[in-house]
């Protein structure tokens, strides 16, 4: 699985050019739960084709704009359109059920 680091620099740019399924992760290097994101994540057999990190602390205007409030915080874009948040367990299965309805759902524009 291709997994990237994206920054409020070029988020926006590259999940728009992006082909498939991205798993956006907010992470920060304080949070337990993140550091454990980061080790289980790209283990799991996931209906996804990458990971992409967003550090937290360094990116306040993708952490504003996606309205994250809780980390490790998940979210759904597909082709470059947008299909919202997952709120689930850290999972290989009930992180494939979530990412199943979330690609159910209608898509927006990136936030």
Known sequence: MV????????????????????LVIFTSVG??????????????D???????????GYNGGLVERYQVFHLPALFVVRDGEFFG???????ADALNAALAQALDRIAEELP
């Open 46 to 56: 996931l209906a996804v084709d990458r990971l992409c990190w967003i550090d937290a």
């Open 31 to 44: 949070c337990a739960s993140c550091r454990f994101a980061r080790e289980v994540l790209p283990g799991f």
């Open 85 to 91: 948040a997952l709120h689930t367990r850290l999972a």
């Open 3 to 22: 997994e990237s680091e994206l920054t409020d620099f070029d988020a926006d740019q590259r999940l728009l050019a992006m082909n498939g399924v991205s």
